[in-house]
Each structure stands twice: as C-alpha cells, then as structure tokens.
C-alpha cells in the first residue's frame, strides 16, 4: 500500500505562480521510484482531467497540451516527492489537483489540494 499526500493549493491571483508537492510513503520495502507519477485534476462538475506525467526515473514527462509551457513536473526520487511547478495560472486552472502513482495494476491516488485562481 502506498500513501500520497498533497500540498501546496491556495488561493493564488491570475498570473501567478504555485508548487505543488506530492509525498509517497509506504510499507517496509516501499521502493518509491518504481512508480510512475501522474497529476489530474478536477473542477466540480467536471471530468477529471490528466495535466501531467513523470517516469519512474524521471527521465521522461508528458503534458497536457494546455498545459504546456505553463507547468513543470519534476520529482526527487530521494525525498520520495513530486513536484508540480504551475506558472502564469488562470482561472480556469481552478481545481483540485490529485497525485496518482501507477505500477502495472497498482495504483494509488492522494486526496488533493484545492488551487483556486481567482483576483
């Protein structure tokens, strides 16, 4: 069983920036950079969306296209954490932004951090 933890939402101005971070902890043996990371997010009311996704090693990420030059994701397999680096945030940025780690059929979700853009 693996546990994710969030952090990192707030309440942020159009244009700004936040980091989100995602912590992984497991049972004896937990080896955390054997998983693959991704985030999504969902607004109420609508479908969760993926923004982003690392390797397990991290040597390769994928975003989501409106996304794209906008967010970084990066992860410190040492700290066991992800990080989401969000940049230029609009409003429509507004959700709750989840951590999924996914390993062949293993997979496990955290339970979010709001982000609200908003003047």
């Known amino acids: 069983q693996v546990q994710l933890v969030e952090s990192g939402g707030g309440l942020v101005q159009p244009g700004g920036s936040l980091r989100l971070s995602c912590v992984a902890s497991?049972?004896?043996?937990?080896?955390?950079?054997?998983?693959?990371i991704r985030w999504y997010r969902q607004d109420p009311g609508k479908k969760r969306e993926l923004v982003a996704r690392?390797?397990?090693?991290?040597?390769?990420?994928e975003y989501a296209d409106s996304m794209k030059g906008r967010f970084t994701i990066a992860r410190d397999n040492a700290k066991n954490t992800v990080y989401l680096q969000m940049n230029s945030l609009k409003p429509e940025d507004t959700a709750v932004y989840y951590c999924?780690?996914?390993?062949?059929?293993?997979?496990?979700w955290g339970k979010g951090t709001l982000v609200t853009v908003s003047s």
């Open positions: 999924n780690a996914y390993l062949y059929t293993m997979d496990y």
């Open positions: 497991g049972a004896s043996g937990f080896t955390f950079s054997v998983y693959a």
């Open positions: 690392i390797s397990s090693a991290g040597g390769t990420t």
